[in-house]
């Protein structure tokens, strides 16, 4: 038979059990910044009045169902690398010595700078030549056989732009070998334009002579920031215009 301490020490733990179930119920977690009395080495801030709406020293409202955790992901936001700036309109008169088109891979026409001028300095002079037989009525100059090496067409699905990418031969039009190329576009030269879509759409187009490569893509709207963004100029044509520039069926490669 138990005497009257052994039931004075369990009545006792019982109610000490109740009691601490209750805190428990009510402080979840041991790391938020509240007052906790099962952690009284926790740090509590005071809480402070701002208006009518309490404010804590704990990350959380008081009354919040969100349990807080200090291993909680840090989640990165998406990137945005694109230059979202608007492409600039088009400068100039148009000019069938200045206009490019696309027919397909092998009927199409670039902006070229002179015989050993750098690409980068015929903003102002550059003129289109168009592939040798063409169909285009309007052809000013032609390119020499065997500058465009090899070369791919494609068309966006909703139509919205058509491009050429390949590969050239820079020594086929007198063109400094050493050249990293430069871009022109609606902007430069004066009256550049592309024939497909609206008068005074976007278009970009890259040469780079010492890669061996070119690239050229037009939109059928102006100011396409997206698929014709102007802004893009200094990174190549594989990151401006990405398509094809190794063609092994051909035994060419543009790098």
């Known amino acids: 038979m138990r005497g009257p301490l052994s039931i004075t020490l369990l009545l006792a733990s019982i109610t000490y059990s109740a009691s601490l179930t209750g805190v428990r119920d009510r402080w979840l977690d041991p790391y938020t910044l509240r007052s906790n009395p099962l952690y009284p080495h926790a ?11 309490p404010i804590y020293g704990s990350r959380f409202w008081k009354d919040s169902d969100i349990s807080p955790s200090r291993t909680r992901p840090f ?15 088009a400068t ?25 001028e750098l ?32 070369s791919a067409f494609q068309r966006a699905e909703d139509n919205s732009w058509i491009q050429v990418t390949g590969c050239l031969d820079p020594s086929k039009m ?11 576009d609606t902007r430069f030269p004066n009256g550049a334009r592309c024939t497909f879509g609206e008068d005074g759409a976007s278009f970009i ?11 050229i893509r037009c939109c059928s709207t102006a100011n396409d920031q997206v698929n014709c963004n102007s802004h893009r100029d ?18 060419v490669s543009c790098a």
């Open 234 to 251: 200094r990174l190549g044509c594989e990151n401006a215009i990405p398509g094809t520039y190794d063609f092994p069926e051909l035994g």
């Open 75 to 89: 989640r990165l936001g998406r990137r945005q690398d694109l230059d979202t700036r608007p492409t600039p309109q």
């Open 119 to 150: 690409v980068s300095t015929a903003e102002s002079d550059a003129q289109s030549f168009c592939t040798p037989g063409s169909s285009s009525g309007d052809c000013q100059n032609i390119m020499s056989d065997g500058f465009i090496t090899a």
């Open 205 to 215: 187009e890259l040469v780079e002579p010492a890669l061996n490569r070119f690239c």
């Open 43 to 53: 740090r509590s801030l005071p809480s402070r009045q701002l208006g009518n709406t």
């Open 92 to 116: 100039g008169e148009p000019s069938a010595l200045t206009t490019v088109f696309i027919n397909n891979e092998k009927d199409f026409a670039l902006l070229l700078p002179r015989a050993g």
């Open 174 to 184: 007198n063109m400094d070998q050493n050249d990293t190329g430069g871009q022109l």
